[in-house]
């Protein structure tokens, strides 16, 4: 019973922070301010993949379920860039 409650807890708890990351993130305006990055030569891909990889591994610490679908956004979004 006690490891039911537990596990609820866990699955419903998400810090502050990881909302505003998770935010920021799904923003397409964010995204596209890394796409032109890479574009214009300020970042490289391995930079931008670095950091997203950060990103990620901060959200999978607080929130494991919303990394997936943030993820699968991210690609969406840079997809719709790159056309």
Known sequence: M???IIKKRRATFR?????RII????????T??????IIRGH???EKYNMAMNTLFVK???SDPQSVIPTFHLLNHIRGTCWK
């Open 15 to 19: 810090p502050e922070w990881a909302e």
């Open 23 to 30: 935010e920021r993130m799904t923003e397409p305006s964010w």
């Open 59 to 61: 959200l999978h610490t």
């Open 32 to 37: 596209m301010g890394w796409v032109q990055k």
């Open 2 to 4: 006690w490891e039911f």
């Open 43 to 45: 970042v490289t891909e």
